[in-house]
């Protein structure tokens, strides 16, 4: 980068793997097929690109920092698999972009994210209607926990009820501070989002599923009926218990021990 001319810029949250370890880690942990088409968000100056390069059959990176595009043409140089991106995922057309590189491949993602960005970033690759096979990503330590929390636990959050509608997630392993530079100021972690190949959950009225969700976790500490009623006033007070007697919890249950499959019931029995 110094070659380059350029520094860290904080606003993209550039931090960067620099050991090989992590991002052979990573590479190894993020698909099933080797003859997959692999995403990659922010592949900064190269390091997990490399190593998913060399084991995949074709890597898509999407770099929003034009200032890398010349430090990348060098670290990846040996690679005629690689294709690098100089935009914005949060804009670029992802399913494009999938269907011009993926050939009929299984398409995999894997991403040390940018902390700023987390949760937007999956949740638009999640509802961008791509048939990913997996997503791979790293983010704070914390912010995996939520994403990989069970019904109930302290952790378990309106993201982790969203998740568990698009697959199964699994927090791989932790890797700390010390292995970016510049170092953040918190532990990461890498966390696997298997997706269902078929949807699993069809509620009958999705908006209202995804906002029983959004009313349970705003108003945490308001009981789910008191929840739902706030944000939903056109449903009776006793048709709203009657529905959540009915998917078997009772009057004073909080919408955080609800799973992701209660809350489509739950939508299904309203309507
Ligand atoms: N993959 C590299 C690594 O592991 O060392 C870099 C990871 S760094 C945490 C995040 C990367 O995402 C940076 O290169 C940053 O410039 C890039 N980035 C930030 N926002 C982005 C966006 N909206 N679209 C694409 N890339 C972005």
């Given at each position: 980068m110094a070659e380059a001319g350029i520094s860290f810029r904080k606003e993209y949250g550039q931090n960067f793997l620099t050991n090989r370890m992590i991002p052979e880690e990573i590479a190894d942990s993020?698909?099933?097929?080797?003859?997959s088409l692999i995403l990659e968000i922010?592949?900064?100056?190269?390091c997990l690109t490399k190593e998913l390069a060399a084991r995949y059959k074709r890597v898509v990176a999407v770099e929003i920092?034009?200032?890398?595009i010349p430090v990348l043409d060098k670290t990846l140089a040996?690679?005629?698999?690689i294709t690098v991106i100089n935009d914005d995922i949060m804009k670029i057309d992802i399913n494009a972009l999938v269907s011009e590189y993926s050939e009929g491949m299984p398409v995999s993602v894997c991403a040390n994210l940018p902390y700023y960005i987390t949760t937007p970033i999956l949740m638009r690759l999640l509802e961008s209607g791509v048939k990913f096979a997996s997503i791979t990503v790293m983010v704070q330590n914390e912010v995996a926990a939520r994403l990989a929390a069970t019904p109930g636990?302290?952790?378990?959050g309106a993201i982790t009820a969203v998740l568990g509608f698009y697959g199964t997630v699994r927090r791989l392993f932790k890797v700390s501070?010390?292995?970016?530079?510049?170092?953040?100021?918190v532990d990461s972690a890498v966390v696997r989002i298997d997706l269902y190949d078929e949807p699993r959950y069809k509620p009958d009225d999705e908006h209202l599923f995804r906002g029983l969700i959004k009313a349970a976790f705003e108003m945490r500490r308001k009981t789910l009926q008191n929840a739902i009623s706030a944000k939903?006033?056109?449903?009776p007070k006793e048709k709203i218990l009657f529905a959540i007697r009915s998917i078997?919890?009772?009057?004073?249950?909080?919408?955080?021990?609800?799973?992701t499959e209660d809350f489509v019931n739950l939508a299904n029995k309203l309507v």
């Open positions: 993020c698909a099933d097929e080797e003859d922010g592949p900064g100056i190269g920092d034009k200032g890398l040996e690679f005629d698999n636990s302290a952790d378990y501070a010390g292995c970016f530079v510049p170092a953040p100021k939903f006033p056109q449903y078997g919890y009772d009057e004073r249950v909080r919408g955080e021990k609800l799973s």
